[in-house]
């Protein structure tokens, strides 16, 4: 059964608390991202990797942190230092080898609450 | 800055109209246009897609319209169905910047029985 999946589904923060968010991918994908969605907006880009032990920023990517460390693999963290982190997680991926599609596919989400 | 812009915000249809929901876009370099489907609590999924060098795609009930010039897209959905209830996000992105998705804000259809 291949496919993203992101794990919790459901998160709850203390203030002050680092937390991780899971992202596993088993479809070979060379490229991963994590988006960040608040109600009833649009999804907001936080980091990407293109590869291994490489990654970028995206448009919001302050009081976050990422590492890819495997291929499949892509955990975001977020710090103390996010000052509003309660939103929808978003974890996608996608084949960027020459002749593949630019489509990113996306896993279930994690909700991200701060108490 | 809002590089996408997405509209109407929401949008009521009975079942068997047509919804209609528009995209605009600032930078010329994109040179992928797709539209995501995203029900509650759940990450969004691919619906359909176009590239610049067409004017418009079909698949089933779903049309994407594109306008170079106009640097406008567009999603139609006909015959909508109860089931087609859900929000949409129009995107775009460029190779030169990684493919990197820029979406628009999200447009919330209800199609009433």
């Known amino acids: 059964d291949g496919g993203i999946t992101q794990s919790p589904k459901y998160l709850f923060r203390k203030e002050g608390q680092n937390v991780t968010l899971s992202c596993e991918q088993n479809?070979?994908?060379?490229?991963m991202y994590w988006y960040r969605q608040d109600p009833g907006q649009g999804l907001r880009l936080i980091y990407y990797?293109?590869?291994?032990?490489?990654?970028q920023k995206g448009d919001i990517a302050e009081g976050y942190s990422v590492s890819r460390e495997k291929k499949e693999s892509f955990p975001l963290t977020v710090t103390s230092a996010q000052k509003n982190p309660t939103a929808f997680y978003l974890c996608?991926?996608?084949?960027?080898?020459?002749?593949?599609?630019?489509?990113?596919?996306f896993g279930p989400g994690t909700r991200l609450t701060v108490l | 800055q809002q590089q996408v812009k997405q509209s109407p915000q929401s949008l009521i249809v009975q079942k068997g109209g047509i919804s209609i929901i528009n995209c605009a876009y600032e930078?010329?370099?994109?040179?992928?246009f797709p539209w995501y489907q995203q029900f509650p609590g759940k990450g969004p999924a691919l619906l359909i897609a176009?590239?610049?060098?067409?004017s418009e795609k079909k698949e089933g009930r779903f049309t994407i319209s594109f306008n170079k010039s106009a640097k406008q897209f567009s999603l139609h959905i006909m015959d909508s169905q109860p089931g087609d209830s859900a929000t949409y996000f129009c995107?775009?992105?460029?190779?030169?910047?990684?493919?990197?998705?820029?979406f628009g804000g999200g447009t919330r259809v209800l199609v009433k029985p």
């Open positions: 996608a991926s996608s084949n960027r080898l020459a002749g593949k599609s630019d489509t990113q596919y």
């Open positions: 479809l070979n994908h060379d490229a």
């Open positions: 990797s293109q590869i291994v032990n490489d990654f």
């Open positions: 930078n010329t370099a994109f040179d992928y």
């Open positions: 176009i590239r610049p060098d067409v």
């Open positions: 995107a775009a992105s460029s190779k030169a910047a990684g493919n990197k998705l820029t």
